[in-house]
């Protein structure tokens, strides 16, 4: 939602032509491909299930960025 609206902005700003859609592109295509997947999940996973899912996948990415920026 907040790149359709980031994107619009960008459009009626003007700013539009200094957008580099190789790097936007595939960032669309995974929210995508996430909001079906996710959808497909929903039905089939309970919803504090799927929180605590949601909050296992935080604490990894936030374990392998601090190990990033540690290394």
Request: glycine letters at 10%.
């Amino acid at each position: 939602m907040t790149t359709d609206r980031d994107i619009g902005a960008a459009t009626r700003s003007g700013a539009a032509t200094s957008l580099d859609w190789a790097v936007i592109g595939p960032f669309i295509g995974t929210a995508i491909l996430g909001a079906w997947d996710g959808k497909r999940m929903a039905a089939k996973v309970s919803g504090p299930r799927l929180q605590r899912i949601f909050a296992v996948v935080l604490l990894a990415v936030a374990a392998f960025m601090l190990a990033d920026a540690v290394t």
